[in-house]
Structures are given as C-alpha cells and as structure tokens.
C-alpha cells in the first residue's frame, strides 16, 4: 500500500531539482537562476515554473498551475503507482546520501501487491 506519510515525503522532501535532473533528457529543461530552480511548466510549455524552496512546490508563473514531483512524473506520461515506485527510490537514495534513514522511505512503506 502506499501511504500518506510517503506521499508526503516524495511530495515535500524529495527535492524538484533531483526530480527534473533525473529525468535527464526526458525531463523539462531547466536552470538555476537568482537563486531558484526554475523548469519548463508541463503545462503550457514556458520556462517559468519556480521551484519554492519553503514548500518544494513549483509554481508557473505564466500559466499560474502548481506541480510537485508526482504530478510532474504523471505529466511526463507514467502511471501512478510506477511513478511513486520510482521516486521513492530516488527518495531513498537522496536520504542516503545526506545520511537519513527516515521510517517513511523504507521499502516496507510501498507495497504494490
């Protein structure tokens, strides 16, 4: 099952950047700029969705649509449940890296049987 505690985590603490760069070729093009991590809006195409930094939650400044990581892998044409597959273990590498193992990214948390 997938909880509420890992969507959370994806959603807030899987930062967008490491999103969109893993991605890579597949991903919105993007840039850093004045500080914030800006990316091609899925929505209407324009380089203007900034990432918040506060909240990790990017914002179009063109079309005025949010997007958080599972809504960009869905916009990027992967189903639900293989979408949060995938970001949680790019989650769970993230943590590892910073050296935090948190509860919510363990691979007890998904269960897709």
């Known amino acids: 099952m997938i909880t509420r505690e890992l969507l959370r985590a994806i959603r807030n603490d ?3 950047k490491l999103t969109v760069t893993r991605l890579g070729q597949h991903g919105p093009i993007s840039k850093q700029s004045d500080g914030y991590f800006r990316f091609q809006c899925p929505h209407c195409k324009e ?3 900034t990432v918040n930094p506060k909240n990790n939650l990017a914002h179009c400044f063109c ?3 949010n997007t ?3 809504d960009l892998m869905l916009l990027q044409g992967h ?3 293989p979408a949060v597959t995938i970001l949680r273990r790019w989650l769970e590498d993230y943590r ?3 050296g935090d193992p ?3 990214a363990n691979s007890d948390s998904l269960q897709t049987s």
């Open 63 to 65: 079309c005025q649509k």
């Open 47 to 49: 380089l203007r969705a």
């Open 102 to 104: 948190t509860p919510s």
């Open 79 to 81: 189903d639900f449940v």
């Open 14 to 16: 899987l930062p967008m």
């Open 96 to 98: 590892d890296d910073l």
């Open 68 to 70: 958080n990581n599972i």
